[in-house]
């Protein structure tokens, strides 16, 4: 019996995790840690939430009497650290939590397993889950690999370049084991609509203006949600102590080719006029510092460990815009409340 720790397991990608681990491994005891901002959310993990071997605790990683206590109450085997403040606007508008969270928060839960596994190391982890925006922005050509130099260019990317130098400067320092991983841009269900593909989604079923940045030529390489939590799965069981791992999707899209996808697909799902949803475009002021391209060569993780997506962009597409379709009261949920006042400052309008 292993016991695992997921922190920010309620949010986006961290539920996906915490289901796959629950049902895949019955013999671990998944614990998640989550202190519900509002991208965490319970209703992500309705189908999982009485499963014996899971168990959610409310806390704040930025906590760090709370962090140790827990530590030292549950003695982890492994730590899969998500818990994270994670959208680049809400960074620009206010980075102060995007530092107290992903820096000091990741340095508590750091802390808190060196000591709690310092007299035995053997088969103990800390993955810290990290992004490609690391590595700053690129030009039409090339990749991100692992050892491309750090660029980090908005206060989001700079938090996470820096936990991911904290956790690597204390597997350096401390023989703390650890792994890392540098993701690319995730799509699927459970994403807050603050995102590209959700909050365009969700615009295109209200016929709201579709806000563009700029000219909409910025470039991302988008994988499935689901194919990155079984990267995870694959990374966490049999990637090396100390190292790091890309992941990515080889579907790299224009923003505003793929919103033009998402238009076109939802004018065919919804019976609308074909063309209709294109007339909502509305081309916006650009995202301050916005980078131009992330494109990740995963080479390293397929061919040392065995992992590719599973599923093409245009099925995961359509998969996540009938969830969205049909997860109606999830989606007003979530956008009741604190959101409204996000969307009109960010953008301006009235919702
Ligand atoms: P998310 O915003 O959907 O979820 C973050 C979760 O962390 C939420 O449940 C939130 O309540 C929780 N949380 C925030 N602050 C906390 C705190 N102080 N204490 C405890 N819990 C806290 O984010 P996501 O998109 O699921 O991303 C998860 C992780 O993956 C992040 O570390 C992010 O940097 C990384 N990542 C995301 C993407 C992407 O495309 N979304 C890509 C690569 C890497
Ligand atoms: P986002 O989903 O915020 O992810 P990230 O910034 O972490 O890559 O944005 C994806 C791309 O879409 C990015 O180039 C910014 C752009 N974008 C828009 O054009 N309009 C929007 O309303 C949002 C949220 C993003």
Redesign the pocket.
């Known amino acids: 019996m292993k016991k695992i720790l997921i922190?920010?397991?309620?949010?986006?990608?961290?539920?996906h995790l915490v289901r796959l681990m629950v049902n895949k491994y019955p013999n671990y005891e998944i614990v998640n840690?989550?202190?519900?901002?509002?991208?965490?959310?319970l209703e992500n993990l309705k189908d999982i939430e009485n499963a014996s071997n899971y168990r959610f605790v409310k806390?704040?990683?930025?906590n760090h009497c709370f962090v140790d206590e827990l530590f030292k109450k549950e003695s982890f085997d492994g730590v899969m650290?998500?818990?994270?403040?994670?959208?680049v606007d809400r960074s620009i508008a206010s980075p102060m939590?995007f530092i107290?969270?992903?820096i000091i928060?990741t340095v508590h839960l750091l802390n808190a397993a060196r000591e709690s596994w310092k007299d035995k190391i053997e088969g103990k982890c800390f993955y810290h889950?990290?992004?490609?925006?690391v590595y700053g922005s690129l030009g039409n050509e090339g990749y991100f690999v692992e050892d491309t130099s750090y660029d980090p260019r908005s206060p989001?990317s700079a938090s996470?370049a820096s936990s991911d130098h904290l956790v690597r400067a204390y597997h350096h320092t401390y023989n703390l084991p650890i792994v890392i991983s540098?993701?690319?841009?995730?799509?699927g269900s459970?994403?807050?609509p603050e995102?590209l593909i959700p909050l365009m989604i969700n615009n295109i079923k209200q016929e709201k203006p579709l806000p563009v940045y700029g000219k909409g030529d910025n470039v991302r390489d988008w994988?499935w949600?689901e194919d990155?939590v079984k990267a995870i799965d694959v990374i966490y069981h049999n990637g090396k102590i100390g190292e790091t791992y890309n992941?990515g999707g080889d579907n790299e899209w224009t923003n505003l080719d793929l919103v033009h996808a998402l238009c076109d697909i939802m004018d065919e799902k919804l019976n609308k006029p074909s063309g209709s949803s294109r007339n909502l475009i509305t081309f916006v002021e650009d995202r301050k510092g916005h980078d131009h391209r992330y494109a990740i060569d995963a080479r390293k993780l397929k061919l040392g460990l065995g992992w590719k997506p599973s599923l093409q962009f245009d099925e995961g597409l359509d998969k996540t815009i009938d969830w969205y379709l049909q997860n109606t009261e999830w989606l007003e949920n979530v956008t009741s409340g604190a959101y409204q006042d996000y969307y009109k400052e960010q953008y301006k309008v009235n919702v």
Do not use: P, R, W
Not at 33 to 41: I, K, P, Q
Not at 59 to 62: K, P, S, Y
């Open positions: 922190t920010g397991g309620a949010g986006f990608i961290g539920s840690l989550d202190t519900l901002t509002y991208a965490g959310n806390g704040d990683i930025t650290h998500l818990a994270a403040e994670s959208h939590q107290m969270t992903n928060g889950i990290s992004t490609d925006e989001y996470k540098n993701c690319s841009n995730n799509y459970f994403q807050f995102k994988l949600v990155h992941i």
